[in-house]
Protein backbone atom coordinates (compact mmCIF):
# COMPACT_ATOMS: atom_id res chain seq x y z
CA UNK A 1 0.00 0.00 0.00
CA UNK A 2 1.06 3.46 -0.60
CA UNK A 3 -0.45 6.90 1.12
CA UNK A 4 0.28 10.35 -0.56
CA UNK A 5 0.44 13.63 1.09
CA UNK A 6 0.54 16.65 -0.81
CA UNK A 7 1.46 19.81 0.64
CA UNK A 8 2.18 23.56 -0.84
CA UNK A 9 -1.12 24.98 -1.68
CA UNK A 10 -2.64 28.20 -0.32
CA UNK A 11 -3.42 31.69 -1.05
CA UNK A 12 -1.61 33.78 -3.90
CA UNK A 13 -1.82 37.22 -5.44
CA UNK A 14 -2.01 36.69 -9.04
CA UNK A 15 1.82 36.82 -10.62
CA UNK A 16 2.75 35.05 -7.37
CA UNK A 17 4.39 31.78 -7.32
CA UNK A 18 3.68 28.08 -4.89
CA UNK A 19 5.48 24.71 -4.81
CA UNK A 20 3.70 22.05 -4.35
CA UNK A 21 5.04 18.36 -2.85
CA UNK A 22 4.06 15.24 -2.81
CA UNK A 23 5.10 12.75 -0.67
CA UNK A 24 4.89 9.20 -1.28
CA UNK A 25 5.17 6.49 1.52
CA UNK A 26 4.97 2.65 1.44
CA UNK A 27 6.13 -0.34 -0.81
CA UNK A 28 7.30 1.50 -3.94
CA UNK A 29 9.24 -0.78 -6.10
CA UNK A 30 8.97 1.21 -9.57
CA UNK A 31 7.57 4.15 -10.56
CA UNK A 32 5.93 4.32 -14.06
CA UNK A 33 4.54 8.01 -13.64
CA UNK A 34 4.42 10.48 -11.67
CA UNK A 35 1.73 13.49 -12.51
CA UNK A 36 -0.01 16.64 -11.07
CA UNK A 37 -3.57 17.19 -12.35
CA UNK A 38 -6.21 20.18 -10.92
CA UNK A 39 -9.85 20.43 -10.56
CA UNK A 40 -11.55 23.39 -10.60
CA UNK A 41 -15.44 24.15 -8.90
CA UNK A 42 -17.77 22.53 -11.25
CA UNK A 43 -15.32 21.76 -13.83
CA UNK A 44 -13.81 17.61 -14.33
CA UNK A 45 -10.16 17.11 -12.92
CA UNK A 46 -7.65 18.10 -15.44
CA UNK A 47 -4.01 16.83 -16.13
CA UNK A 48 -1.38 19.59 -15.28
CA UNK A 49 1.99 17.92 -15.89
CA UNK A 50 3.13 14.12 -16.49
CA UNK A 51 6.47 12.51 -15.92
CA UNK A 52 6.22 9.19 -17.65
CA UNK A 53 8.99 6.77 -17.42
CA UNK A 54 10.11 6.33 -20.92
CA UNK A 55 8.51 9.31 -22.18
CA UNK A 56 8.84 13.30 -22.38
CA UNK A 57 7.66 15.71 -19.53
CA UNK A 58 4.10 16.97 -20.30
CA UNK A 59 1.95 19.87 -19.32
CA UNK A 60 -0.93 21.25 -20.11
CA UNK A 61 -1.10 24.10 -22.56
CA UNK A 62 -2.25 26.58 -20.03
CA UNK A 63 0.47 26.27 -17.44
CA UNK A 64 3.65 25.30 -20.29
CA UNK A 65 6.00 27.59 -19.42
CA UNK A 66 4.79 28.95 -15.92
CA UNK A 67 4.97 25.04 -14.30
CA UNK A 68 7.75 22.70 -13.72
CA UNK A 69 7.25 19.40 -12.80
CA UNK A 70 10.69 17.54 -11.18
CA UNK A 71 10.99 14.47 -8.20
CA UNK A 72 13.19 13.41 -5.82
CA UNK A 73 13.61 9.86 -5.98
CA UNK A 74 15.61 9.88 -2.74
CA UNK A 75 12.90 11.63 -0.83
CA UNK A 76 10.40 9.95 -2.42
CA UNK A 77 8.78 13.44 -3.22
CA UNK A 78 6.93 14.55 -6.75
CA UNK A 79 7.39 18.35 -7.00
CA UNK A 80 5.29 20.85 -9.07
CA UNK A 81 6.60 24.61 -9.36
CA UNK A 82 4.41 27.32 -10.14
CA UNK A 83 5.09 30.93 -10.84
CA UNK A 84 3.28 33.45 -12.92
CA UNK A 85 0.56 31.99 -11.17
CA UNK A 86 -3.66 33.11 -12.29
CA UNK A 87 -6.75 33.11 -10.92
CA UNK A 88 -7.77 30.40 -13.38
CA UNK A 89 -4.88 28.36 -11.81
CA UNK A 90 -7.70 28.31 -8.63
CA UNK A 91 -8.32 24.49 -8.20
CA UNK A 92 -7.31 21.39 -6.14
CA UNK A 93 -4.25 19.84 -6.99
CA UNK A 94 -4.40 16.73 -7.17
CA UNK A 95 -0.69 14.10 -7.26
CA UNK A 96 -1.00 10.65 -8.57
CA UNK A 97 1.63 8.02 -8.47
CA UNK A 98 1.38 4.91 -11.22
CA UNK A 99 3.55 2.41 -9.56
CA UNK A 100 4.80 -1.43 -10.16
CA UNK A 101 3.00 -2.11 -13.17
CA UNK A 102 -0.02 0.17 -13.69
CA UNK A 103 -1.20 0.76 -9.75
CA UNK A 104 -2.85 4.36 -9.28
CA UNK A 105 -2.65 6.10 -6.20
CA UNK A 106 -3.87 9.50 -5.63
CA UNK A 107 -3.37 12.02 -3.07
CA UNK A 108 -5.65 14.11 -0.88
CA UNK A 109 -5.45 16.89 -2.81
CA UNK A 110 -4.21 20.34 -2.05
CA UNK A 111 -6.07 23.74 -2.15
CA UNK A 112 -4.37 26.72 -4.48
CA UNK A 113 -6.36 30.05 -4.32
CA UNK A 114 -4.81 32.69 -6.68
CA UNK A 115 -6.66 36.70 -6.08
CA UNK A 116 -6.85 38.88 -9.00
Known amino acids: QVQLVESGGGLVQAGGSLRLSCVASGNILSIDALGWYRQAPGKQRELVALIARGRNTIYADSVNGRCTISSDSARNTVYLQMNSLKPEDTAVYYC??????????WGQGTQVTVSS
Open 96 to 105: RWVIGGGYEY
